[in-house]
């Protein structure tokens, strides 16, 4: 069973890079693509002398094990994550940590702006697009109320399933790449940081971003100092 295989097994199987590796950090990350036999799509996330400081890690800390704590945490709040499968640290030979992080593909999702490229928008129409916008912000909102803050949001960590099943559409919301997120002091300070971050990075039209932070005030239970309208 792959779930039982340990840390070398893990480091040794290679795939597809998806991410190819990139040096920030003192270090490098990417991410691979791997196939099972079954067919099942996972995802490895690779690192070597790949960490975060804090004041409860001034010496560093792999980065890997920031974005597993939310990935086993978020669920508990409402938010979707990619299932974890698999999450461990070494220290190799020079003393650098590698960081292993593997997790199941989330099948069925693709990132948002991609959904609207494809003309999901024009397929399904203006109310399930206002359905996906308020599903978005709901998520959003579960999150920061919740004291996390992503760190990097971009559309491209936005991931939804639209489908349609017999004559229901059903519509789905998850929240990917999470290792810079972290648990702030207050709600606001980790609102304000990604939703401002959100407002620079999208590609979403001024209509369309008016009514995703209107019905993320809504869900939030507070205006955010800054959000424009």
């Not at 955010?224 to 309208?229: V, Y």
């Amino acid at each position: 069973m792959t779930a039982a295989m340990g840390f070398e097994q893990w480091w040794q199987r290679q795939g597809e890079w998806v991410e190819e590796p990139n040096h920030r950090r003192g270090g490098q990350s990417g991410v691979q693509r791997l196939r099972q036999d079954d067919g099942q799509m996972l995802y490895a996330k690779r690192q070597v002398g790949h960490i975060y400081r804090s004041l409860r890690y001034p010496l560093g800390r792999p980065t890997v094990l920031r974005e597993r704590d939310a990935l086993l945490a978020l669920p508990r709040i409402g938010v979707k994550v990619a299932s974890l499968l698999y999450c461990d640290v070494r220290r190799d030979a020079a003393g650098l940590w590698r960081g292993l992080l593997v997790s199941e593909e989330l099948k069925g999702f693709q990132e948002i702006n991609h959904w609207y490229a494809g003309g999901g928008r024009e397929r399904f129409g203006v109310a399930v697009n206002e359905q996906l916008l308020k599903q978005v912000a709901g998520m959003l909102a579960r999150f920061h109320r919740a004291g996390w803050q992503h760190g990097s949001l971009y559309q491209k960590h936005l991931f939804v399933r639209v489908e349609q099943v017999g004559e229901r559409i059903e519509i789905e919301t998850a929240l990917l790449d999470l290792e810079k997120s972290r648990r702030r002091i207050t709600k606001w300070q980790a609102a304000r940081h990604d939703m401002l971050q959100l407002q620079r990075h999208s590609s979403w039209s001024a209509g369309d971003w008016e009514r995703l932070v209107y019905l993320y005030q809504q869900a939030f239970g507070s205006a955010i100092k800054g959000l424009r309208l």
